[in-house]
């Protein structure tokens, strides 16, 4: 079993829909969580942080949930550009091990 | 241009070569990791720099690889003798002590043949 793992899609969504992707972590000691962003052929940018307490930036919302290890990403009103894979990212041993997930394809359609 | 780079972009070798990549990160960066990345998967995680000691390394890291950052600015990885299945995009990433973001360079693709 993967340490992180996200349904790969792709998701093929309309534009102006709401889309959600989903990533669970196997190790509890993980500290700190991520969304990040890559684009084809590009490096990964960091989307979003991840707390318990949920946050949100625009259109997008992060939530973690400690108790079921579960990470969630919410985008709303879905542009094209949103069109990239999005990597969820834990982080333990004090931000010194990093791990992706495999990252989910959005292909947002006209 | 301040951001991350890393050199060669592109390197094509014969298997059993040795190859040597180099990322010079964010100038005030001292935190350095290495990546490896593959068609439809996430990077996989390599290892860790803090200024120059190096405080994490993957399992995955066989013996023929190898990394240092001598001086705590650029870093070089290194692969020995090489395998097909070290065909990969490697990216290196920075950041500052007190921040979590990590900062990608464009990475060196790799081509075992």
């Known amino acids: 079993r993967k340490e992180v793992e996200q349904d790969p899609g792709p998701f093929n969504v309309p534009e102006g829909a709401t889309v959600a992707f989903n990533c669970t972590y196997s190790?509890?000691?993980?500290?700190?969580f991520f969304w990040y962003r890559q684009d084809c052929r590009k490096e990964p940018k960091l989307l979003m942080s991840?707390?318990?307490s949920g946050n949100e930036d625009g259109r997008f919302t992060a939530q973690l949930n400690r108790a079921s290890q579960y990470i969630s990403l919410l985008i709303r009103d879905s542009k094209l550009s949103d069109s990239a894979t999005y990597l969820c990212?834990?982080?333990?041993?004090?931000?010194?091990?990093?791990?992706f997930g495999t990252g989910t394809k959005l292909q947002v359609i006209p | 241009d301040t951001g991350v780079s890393q050199n060669p972009r592109h390197k094509i070798t014969k298997r059993g070569q040795n190859v040597t990549f180099r990322c010079d990160p964010i100038?005030?960066?001292?935190?350095l990791y290495w990546y490896r990345q593959t068609l439809g998967q996430g990077p996989e995680f390599l290892t860790y720099?803090?200024?120059?000691?190096?405080?994490?390394k993957s399992r995955l890291l066989s013996d023929r690889f190898s990394a240092e950052r001598p001086k705590g600015s650029f870093s070089t990885l290194e692969i020995q003798r090489t395998e097909q299945g070290d065909s990969a995009m490697y990216l290196c990433?920075?950041?500052?002590?007190?921040?979590?973001?990590?900062?990608f360079g464009p990475g060196t693709r790799l081509t075992v043949t």
């Open positions: 991840v707390y318990s």
């Open positions: 990433a920075s950041r500052t002590g007190g921040a979590t973001e990590q900062y």
């Open positions: 990212v834990a982080h333990s041993g004090g931000y010194q091990k990093v791990t």
């Open positions: 100038s005030e960066h001292n935190r």
């Open positions: 190790n509890s000691a993980s500290q700190s």
């Open positions: 720099f803090q200024n120059e000691a190096q405080l994490e």
